[in-house]
């Protein structure tokens, strides 16, 4: 099928944590590779679309994770596109080991945005049409994360040169960071993320400074990343015991 891609990859050592397991930004990063291959094979990829003066930006990942892949394991990574609307795209990831068994997999809403006015704008056809996904008036109504109301820790972070994508703001993936990072070793290394739902709400830029606020209640993490007096993100997760 047209709207189908798959990518075969080989788990590196710069991708593990201390767990040895793949990082849950690095997994994300790697299922966004297989959608950027994706868009690159039938000709409609990021360079294509900034010469039009648009970028795709990414306003929520659904993920669930059954096992993460461990260094120099042989992973394959399917994708789809499935359907869109006037302003939202919709893409479903899967992860698989050798043997064919489904690892994790992410729902994700991609809209596309001017680069001038920094504004969400209409999908264009001619940029989804290689895809030969319907178009449809629905647009999904997605559970959302709820703010953490009682916090347990927080920590600041000032946004480097490097953490900065060609859409001139923060990369998606580095929010992932921010917000486990907020959580103690103890935690991390005990506990595996087993979902998550994060949302991006407003843009950051290069040398603003975040907070990541993090409210624990069990099994389940709140997270917010907030800039000056601005909600940039929200997530919620949930764990298991390793």
């Given at each position: 099928?047209?709207?189908?891609?798959?990518?075969?990859?080989?788990?590196?050592?710069?991708?593990?944590?201390?767990t040895?397991?793949?990082?849950?930004?690095?997994?994300?990063?790697?299922?966004?590779?297989?959608s950027e291959?994706?868009?690159?094979?039938?000709?409609?990829?990021?360079?294509?679309v900034?010469k039009?003066?648009?970028?795709w930006?990414?306003?929520?990942h659904?993920?669930?994770?059954?096992?993460l892949?461990?260094?120099?394991?042989k992973?394959?990574?399917?994708?789809q596109a499935?359907?869109?609307?006037?302003?939202?795209?919709?893409?479903?990831?899967?992860?698989?080991d050798?043997?064919?068994?489904?690892?994790?997999s992410?729902?994700s809403?991609f809209?596309?945005?001017?680069?001038?006015?920094?504004?969400?704008t209409?999908?264009?056809?001619?940029?989804?049409?290689p895809?030969?996904v319907?178009?449809?008036?629905?647009?999904e109504?997605?559970?959302?994360?709820?703010?953490p109301?009682?916090?347990?820790?927080?920590?600041?972070?000032r946004?480097?040169?490097?953490?900065?994508?060609?859409?001139r703001?923060v990369?998606?993936v580095?929010?992932?960071?921010?917000?486990?990072?907020?959580?103690?070793?103890?935690?991390?290394?005990?506990?595996?993320?087993?979902?998550m739902?994060?949302?991006y709400?407003?843009?950051?830029?290069?040398?603003?400074?975040?907070?990541?606020i993090?409210?624990?209640?069990?099994?389940?993490t709140?997270?917010e990343?907030?800039?000056?007096?601005?909600?940039?993100?929200?997530?919620?997760?949930?764990?298991?015991?390793?």
């Amino acid at each position: 099928m047209p709207n189908a891609y798959s990518l075969d990859h080989t788990v590196l050592f710069y991708e593990t944590e201390m767990t040895g397991q793949m990082g849950i930004g690095r997994l994300v990063d790697l299922l966004l590779l297989a959608s950027e291959g994706h868009s690159d094979s039938l000709g409609v990829g990021s360079q294509e679309v900034q010469k039009l003066g648009l970028g795709w930006v990414i306003t929520q990942h659904q993920l669930k994770v059954k096992t993460l892949p461990q260094r120099g394991q042989k992973v394959t990574v399917k994708t789809q596109a499935q359907n869109y609307n006037s302003f939202f795209c919709y893409r479903d990831f899967w992860l698989y080991d050798e043997a064919g068994q489904e690892m994790a997999s992410m729902h994700s809403v991609f809209v596309l945005m001017d680069q001038e006015k920094r504004k969400m704008t209409r999908i264009l056809p001619e940029v989804v049409a290689p895809f030969e996904v319907e178009k449809t008036k629905k647009v999904e109504r997605l559970a959302q994360p709820q703010v953490p109301a009682n916090p347990s820790n927080q920590k600041n972070y000032r946004v480097r040169f490097m953490d900065i994508d060609e859409n001139r703001h923060v990369n998606n993936v580095h929010y992932f960071d921010w917000m486990l990072d907020s959580l103690e070793a103890d935690f991390l290394l005990n506990h595996q993320l087993i979902e998550m739902n994060i949302v991006y709400k407003n843009e950051v830029h290069y040398g603003q400074e975040v907070t990541s606020i993090v409210q624990i209640d069990d099994s389940t993490t709140y997270h917010e990343i907030r800039c000056d007096a601005t909600i940039s993100c929200l997530a919620e997760c949930k764990w298991q015991t390793r």
